[in-house]
C-alpha cells in the first residue's frame, strides 16, 4: 500500500488521468511524475541520511514504536502525573497501624499547622506583587 491507496485506486485514478490528459500528452505527464518521485525519493533519502549524521549510531538503537504520539493514552498520562511519587514520612509509617500512632501523626500534622508562617497582610500603601506577564 502506498498511502492506503489499493491496486485498483491507483488503476482508477491512472484511467481518470488517461482520459482528462489525453494519449498525446499522458507520456510527458508521466515521464514528469516519475522524475518527481526520483527526486522526493532522493530529498528523503538524503533527510535520513543528514538525520544519522548528526544524531550518531545510536539512531539505530532508538524504538520509534514508543516515540508513536498515537501510543499515547490521555488518561494514563493524567493518572501518571497525579500519582503522588513522595515517600510517607517515617512516623506516619511506623505508627500507621495503631490508634496512638494515628494520634502522633494528627499531632505533628496540628503542630506543624500551628507553627507555620501566617500569611502575610498587604496595605494599600504595599500592594501585592503582580505579573503582567502572567495573564
Given at each position: 500500500?502506498?498511502?492506503?491507496?489499493?491496486?485498483?485506486?491507483?488503476?482508477?485514478?491512472?484511467?481518470?488521468?488517461?482520459?482528462?490528459?489525453?494519449?498525446?500528452?499522458?507520456?510527458?505527464?508521466?515521464?514528469?511524475?516519475?522524475?518527481?518521485?526520483?527526486?522526493?525519493?532522493?530529498?528523503?533519502?538524503?533527510?535520513?541520511?543528514?538525520?544519522?549524521?548528526?544524531?550518531?549510531?545510536?539512531?539505530?538503537?532508538?524504538?520509534?514504536?514508543?516515540?508513536?504520539?498515537?501510543?499515547?493514552?490521555?488518561?494514563r498520562?493524567?493518572?501518571?502525573?497525579?500519582?503522588?511519587?513522595?515517600?510517607?514520612?517515617?512516623?506516619?509509617?511506623?505508627?500507621?497501624?495503631?490508634?496512638?500512632?494515628?494520634?502522633?501523626?494528627?499531632?505533628?500534622?496540628?503542630?506543624?499547622?500551628?507553627?507555620?508562617?501566617?500569611?502575610?497582610?498587604?496595605?494599600a500603601?504595599?500592594?501585592?506583587p503582580?505579573?503582567?506577564?502572567?495573564?
Open positions: 500500500m502506498f498511502f492506503g491507496l489499493t491496486f485498483e485506486k491507483i488503476l482508477l485514478i491512472g484511467v481518470i488521468a488517461g482520459l482528462l490528459i489525453g494519449p498525446e500528452r499522458l507520456p510527458k505527464y508521466a515521464a514528469t511524475f516519475s522524475q518527481f518521485v526520483r527526486r522526493a525519493g532522493e530529498y528523503m533519502r538524503g533527510a535520513k541520511d543528514k538525520v544519522r549524521e548528526e544524531v550518531g549510531p545510536e539512531i539505530n538503537d532508538l524504538d520509534w514504536r514508543k516515540l508513536d504520539p498515537r501510543q499515547y493514552d490521555p488518561r498520562i493524567i493518572r501518571d502525573a497525579l500519582m503522588d511519587d513522595t515517600p510517607p514520612a517515617p512516623a506516619a509509617i511506623a505508627g500507621a497501624g495503631t490508634a496512638a500512632g494515628v494520634g502522633a501523626v494528627a499531632a505533628t500534622s496540628t503542630v506543624a499547622a500551628t507553627s507555620a508562617t501566617p500569611p502575610r497582610v498587604f496595605s500603601s504595599e500592594p501585592p503582580f505579573d503582567l506577564e502572567a495573564t
